[in-house]
């Protein structure tokens, strides 16, 4: 956590932000707070709708990205990332967001919850994955099946 958590110790420290690179980074901080916002909103309320019982998400963000909210949380961190900048030091402080994005493919986030998806549903989850991004939101690719 202390090395994800840099962009954010550095930008503490920084006396005269630099304006564009201060409101850049609170825009793209918001743009990843909305996405994940959103993503999780759609979901919840898929879930809650019984006719929903035992389908899979993939409308909404859902329809553009399988993991809007892995996806809005990196966005998050490169904005803090963003902030840091405003002082040269906080160009080292990447290593935060870079180690997050990895983690939330690779490691802890996306892998381990697309191999579970994959069990648990099969078939369609393997047409769901063909027709929509891993990560990076993109319209959804037609005519897959």
Not at 44 to 52: E, I
Not at 54 to 60: A, H, K, S, W
Not at 89 to 103: D, E, F, Q, Y
Request: hydrophobic share 50%; aromatic share 12%; with cysteine.
């Amino acid at each position: 956590m202390w090395v994800v958590s840099l962009p954010v110790q550095v930008a503490m420290y920084v006396a005269e932000p630099i304006p564009v690179l201060l409101w850049a980074g609170v825009a793209v901080w918001a743009i990843g707070f909305a996405f994940e916002a959103v993503g999780d909103a759609q979901l919840a309320s898929f879930r809650r709708d019984p006719a929903n019982t035992g389908r899979l998400m993939d409308r909404g963000l859902w329809a553009w990205t399988r993991h809007p909210n892995y996806f809005g949380d990196s966005v998050v961190w490169t904005g803090l990332f963003l902030l840091a900048c405003s002082h040269w030091v906080g160009l080292l402080s990447i290593v935060g967001p870079a180690l997050m994005t990895h983690m939330l493919v690779n490691k802890s986030g996306k892998a381990l919850l697309e191999r579970r998806m994959s069990r648990k549903r099969g078939p369609e989850y393997a047409e769901y994955v063909a027709r929509t991004s891993g990560f990076f939101p993109r319209p959804p690719r037609r005519g897959t099946a």
